[in-house]
Structures are given as structure tokens and as C-alpha cells.
Antibody, heavy 118, light 110 residues
Framework: EVQLVESGGGLVRPGGSLRLSCAAS????????MNWVRQAPGKGLEWVSA????????YYADSVKGRFTISRDNARNSLYLQMNGLRAEDTAVYYC???????????WGQGTLVTVSS | QSALTQPASVSGSPGQSITISCIGT?????????VSWYQQHPGKAPKLMIY???NRPSGVSDRFSGSKSGNTASLTISGLQAEDEADYYC??????????FGGGTKLTVL
């Protein structure tokens, strides 16, 4: 069974940093592209970033480019999102999802809440 | 990276069919086959319902179907059931090497 479990969310002050993790199981993690997608409270889905299976290709939404860094450790079956320079508008539930920008995004974790507030 | 345009809400009675539209541009929906649809119930993670415009993942009811014409993609749900009440989102690959979502449509089953 495919499982994606996010962690690392919490309350952080504007300008602060946070590192999200996503532990994957039930599939060959190293064979799949992975996405981060977020959802602000009461709002729609917003794609954040994606990485190819071997991290050769990495993509970001303009809204996070230069502030967020996606990475993965295939040996640990884990996906990460380093978030720096956080802003109030980054407040959201962050989901990791199996798939990339042109491959099927078929499984999603339950999400981790990031709150940016003073 | 403008969001795709979806109606804010649609409604239908049990047994009826409804269609949700998703309007994009030549640089996203119109230019590629990478259109997906997701269903999201309150407090839950999104669930993939349609991928690559028309394909249904294993386990998704055949009451759900997808199509595309020009820059507009559509999700049709036939034989509406109470459990179909949820938010629905479209997504598409865009030529800027990004993934864009629609704003979401709230489906109410009357």
C-alpha cells in the first residue's frame, strides 16, 4: 500500500525557516517524481515544487522560487522541502504527492500544517 | 502562472449528471494532454479521479469521465450520488514547466 506521511509543520514567525519531510513507503520511491502542493485555509490547491526521480530536474512555482528548496534522499525514501524567508501567505497545509508535472500525481499524503504568524 | 478557471459551485439532484468546466489557455490545457481532476472531501487529501484528460485510475467509478475541447477541459459525473458531494479541482501542465490548478468547484448534491 502506498503511503506518504508528511511531518515538520508548525508555527513559525515571518522570515523564519522550516523543513518539511515526507516519508514514502509501499512503492519504489526512487522511480517516481514527487510534488509538494499546498492549500491555504479555506482556499484551493497550489502547486509548489516538483523533483524528478534522480533530482536532475527540479521545478518551482514563481511564488516560492528562491525561498524554497525541494530535495530527496532515495536511500531513505524521503522527500523534503526547505522553506526559508517564510511569509504569512505561505500559511497552508502542505501535501507531498507522488508524481511530477507531466506524470500522474496519484497518491497524496494527509498533509502537514504550516502557520506563519508573529 | 494564472490559475485555471472553474465555476465556484455546481449542484445537481441524485441520479442527474453534472459537468464542471476548467478553462485554460494554449499554454496549458490547450497545448498538452496532462489534465487531471481531483476530488477533495472536507478535511481530507485530494483523490485523483481523472488523469491525462480522459483516463480513470483503477477503483474510480465509471460515472466519472473527462474530456477536452480546445482550451477547456470538463469533468462529467453521471448518476449523481450523495457521496459525490465534494470540492473538485482540475490541474494542467503548463509550458513554463509548472503545474497549475483551477480554483476549485464545490459540488452540492441536492
Amino acid at each position: 500500500e502506498v503511503q506518504l506521511v508528511e511531518s515538520g509543520g508548525g508555527l513559525v514567525r515571518p522570515g523564519g525557516s522550516l523543513r518539511l519531510s515526507c516519508a514514502a513507503s509501499g512503492f519504489t520511491f526512487s522511480s517516481y517524481s514527487m510534488n509538494w502542493v499546498r492549500q491555504a485555509p479555506g482556499k484551493g490547491l497550489e502547486w509548489v515544487s516538483a523533483t524528478s526521480p534522480d533530482s536532475t530536474y527540479i521545478y518551482y512555482a514563481d511564488s516560492v522560487k528562491g525561498r524554497f528548496t525541494i530535495s530527496r534522499d532515495n536511500a531513505r525514501n524521503s522527500l523534503y522541502l526547505q522553506m526559508n524567508g517564510l511569509r504569512a501567505e505561505d500559511t497552508a497545509v502542505y501535501y507531498c504527492a507522488r508524481g511530477g508535472i507531466t506524470s500522474i500525481t496519484d497518491y497524496w499524503g494527509q498533509g502537514t500544517l504550516v502557520t506563519v504568524s508573529s | 502562472q494564472s490559475a485555471l478557471t472553474q465555476p465556484a459551485s455546481v449542484s445537481g439532484s441524485p441520479g442527474q449528471s453534472i459537468t464542471i468546466s476548467c478553462i485554460g489557455t494554449n499554454s496549458d490545457i490547450g497545448g498538452y494532454k496532462y489534465v487531471s481532476w481531483y476530488q477533495q472531501h472536507p478535511g481530507k487529501a485530494p483523490k485523483l479521479m481523472i488523469y491525462e484528460v480522459t483516463n480513470r485510475p483503477s477503483g474510480v467509478s465509471d460515472r466519472f469521465s473527462g474530456s477536452k475541447s480546445g482550451n477547456t477541459a470538463s469533468l462529467t459525473i453521471s448518476g449523481l450520488q450523495a457521496e459525490d458531494e465534494a470540492d473538485y479541482y482540475c490541474s494542467s501542465y503548463a509550458s513554463s514547466d509548472t503545474l497549475i490548478f483551477g480554483g476549485g468547484t464545490k459540488l452540492t448534491v441536492l
